[in-house]
């Protein structure tokens, strides 16, 4: 894999409820992201953290926070989860900002 | 118009052809390029970084034209498993995000 773990790997929520998506990396790397893949619309970036304690808002961060809670983990939280957060959550690392970003495997989420 | 554009295909292409992408990409100051690959239901992966002088690795081959703001990938004697969604990377001029293209999907046949 590329060092980059997440958990869970399917979720199934009603709307209203909360979830925390985990992710962890073990490449001692600054930078992490989350990601929403959604058909049709590619990649976009939700939050990211450039180094351990700063976070920063992506593309489409609305309905989301976001906790690092240590250089090696990233989570991203879901308050109240609506149909519209439907999709496919990946997180990412890398070096520094300018540097190559390498994903983890995904978690698939339903909003029902 | 969009910040990172592909021509979403799919290309279908038999074994053994070269197939060429292009990538076109709105802000001039953008800084850092990457071409990923991406398998149905997979995490994106990185397939090579783009510099400005060209790269090769293998049977890939990236280039950057920062005057007409394009990037292309060719894949020479194309394999089965070069079958995926290639996505086309760009940085923001400031660096701290990567905005991605919609994928040019590849199909190789026997």
């Known amino acids: 894999n590329a060092g980059v773990t997440q958990t869970p790997k399917f979720q199934v929520l009603k709307t209203g409820q909360s979830m925390t998506l985990q992710c962890a990396q073990d490449?001692?790397?600054?930078?992490m992201y989350w990601y929403r893949q959604d058909p049709g619309m590619g990649l976009r970036l939700i939050y990211y953290?450039?180094?351990?304690?700063?976070?920063d808002k992506g593309e489409v961060p609305n309905g989301y926070n976001v906790s690092r809670l240590n250089k090696r983990e990233f989570s991203l939280r879901l308050e109240s989860a609506a149909p519209s957060q439907t999709s496919v959550y990946f997180c990412?690392?890398?070096?520094?900002?300018?540097?190559?970003?390498?994903f983890g495997p995904g978690t698939r989420l339903t909003v029902l | 118009r969009k910040e990172v554009e592909q021509d979403p295909g799919p290309f279908n292409v038999p074994e053994g052809a070269t197939v060429a992408f292009n990538c076109t990409y709105s802000n001039s100051a953008s800084q850092s390029f990457f071409w990923y690959r991406q398998d149905c239901r997979k995490e994106p992966k990185l397939l090579m970084s783009?510099?400005?002088s060209g790269n090769e690795d293998g049977r890939f081959t990236a280039q950057l034209n920062r005057a007409s703001q394009y990037i292309s990938l060719l894949i020479r004697d194309s394999k089965l498993s070069d079958s995926a969604t290639y996505l086309c990377?760009?940085?923001?001029?400031?660096?701290?995000?990567?905005?991605f293209g919609g994928g040019t999907r590849l199909m190789v046949k026997p």
């Open positions: 783009v510099y400005s």
């Open positions: 990377v760009v940085t923001s001029p400031r660096g701290n995000m990567l905005t």
């Open positions: 490449m001692n790397h600054n930078s």
């Open positions: 953290s450039a180094s351990e304690g700063t976070t």
């Open positions: 990412a690392r890398s070096a520094s900002l300018h540097n190559e970003q390498f």
